[in-house]
């Protein structure tokens, strides 16, 4: 099966920056999209960006000036560059991703969450 490997969370003032991370490892045919969610305490899990090969990223309206998503895709691996941050981006993020496996079936896979904290 597949499994996604997240890195890149922790702790950052307001007006900071971090950048995560998400690799992509298995039995893969070919990865179609790739991105991030959030979920924050007591709310619903919420898009924060995904790109797919041949289109522009797709962010959430809170994030698109600040956020920045990035895939290498030799590696299976989707980066978010999150600038400016503030304290209501804390949330526990999740790596997202749309894979094709071996046998041609079209699955969804999601990681195991990192958390980020914006507070000074």
């Known amino acids: 099966q597949v499994q996604l490997v997240e890195s890149g969370g922790g702790l950052v003032q307001p007006g900071g920056s971090l950048r995560l991370s998400c690799a992509a490892s298995?039995?893969?045919?070919?990865?179609?999209?790739m991105g991030w969610y959030r979920q924050a305490p007591g709310k619903e899990r919420e898009l924060v960006a995904t790109?797919?090969?041949?289109?522009?990223?797709n962010f959430a309206d809170s994030v698109k000036d600040r956020f920045t998503i990035s895939r290498d895709n030799a590696k299976n691996t989707v980066y978010l560059q999150m600038n400016s941050l503030k304290p209501e981006d804390t949330a526990v993020y999740y790596c997202?991703?749309?894979?094709?496996?071996?046998?041609?079936?079209?699955?969804?896979?999601w990681g195991q969450g990192t958390q980020v904290t914006v507070s000074s």
């Open positions: 790109v797919t090969d041949g289109r522009s990223g």
């Open positions: 997202y991703a749309r894979i094709v496996v071996l046998t041609r079936a079209i699955n969804t896979y």
């Open positions: 298995g039995s893969i045919f070919s990865v179609r999209t």
